[in-house]
T-cell receptor, first 111, second 113 residues
Framework: QKEVEQNSGPLSVPEGAIASLNCTYSDRVSQSFFWYRQYSGKSPELIMSIYSNGDKEDGRFTAQLNKASQYVSLLIRDSQPSDSATYLCAPAGGGSYIPTFGRGTSLIVHP | DVKVTQSSRYLVKRTGEKVFLECVQD?????MFWYRQDPGLGLRLIYF???????EKGDIPEGYSVSREKKERFSLILESASTNQTSMYLC????????????FGPGTRLTVT
């Protein structure tokens, strides 16, 4: 059983700062990695996917992957109060490619 | 836009009742999933289906069954609801080679009294 570890938080950052969200996973089979954002009372929404080592940038979001260290992170630059949500890490691999979701990190961006 | 809809946003049922939760997606996705989400436990996979009439158990299938008679519709059935099945239930769908790119419905908050 794959294990996905995320710090539950809350991680509190001031508006305009960089928020850094981290995730480690236990198996070496995972080949693709996904970050979901979940606002309070809402369902998860896919915001980033990354498949190879290194960085992937999309607007204010950067996903970083290090397969050797079994570590994936999400950086949010110029954090806004609207980024306040829970962020779920979800590695996927093996034949089914069905992800295992971490329990999520709560991010609070205060004005 | 991908749309995944669920039959109810809130549902209250009594212990022992049979409960049906329905999910419909309009993106012609082969894969469909049912999760429950509880505080502190995260998202846990109950069942998934990769084709019509095909189903696979997830991590916590006990007490649940599923039905997929049409590609766009995936139903979760609680044969005899119990209080420990009070939870948020989330349906999702994806293409078969993109299982990690899931599109979620709005969820059903089920309370069993």
């Amino acid at each position: 059983q794959k294990e996905v570890e995320q710090n539950s938080g809350p991680l509190s950052v001031p508006e305009g700062a960089i928020a850094s969200l981290n995730c480690t996973y236990s198996d070496r089979v995972s080949q693709s990695f996904f970050w979901y954002r979940q606002y309070s009372g809402k369902s998860p929404e896919l915001i980033m996917s990354i498949y190879s080592n290194g960085d992937k940038e999309d607007g204010r979001f950067t996903a970083q992957l290090n397969k050797a260290s079994q570590y994936v992170s999400l950086l949010i630059r110029d954090s806004q109060p609207s980024d306040s949500a829970t962020y779920l890490c979800a590695p996927a691999g093996g034949g089914s490619y069905i992800p295992t979701f971490g329990r999520g990190t709560s991010l609070i961006v205060h004005p | 836009d991908v749309k995944v809809t669920q039959s109810s946003r809130y549902l209250v049922k009594r212990t022992g009742e049979k409960v049906f939760l329905e999910c419909v997606q309009d993106m012609d996705h082969e894969n469909m999933f049912w999760y429950r989400q509880d505080p502190g436990l995260g998202l846990r996979l109950i069942y998934f289906s990769y084709d019509v009439k095909m189903k696979e158990k997830g991590d916590i299938p006990e007490g649940y069954s599923v039905s997929r008679e049409k590609k766009e519709r995936f139903s979760l059935i609680l044969e005899s609801a119990s209080t420990n099945q009070t939870s948020m239930y989330l349906c999702a769908s994806s293409f078969p080679d993109r299982g990690g790119e899931q599109y979620f419905g709005p969820g059903t908050r089920l309370t069993v009294t």
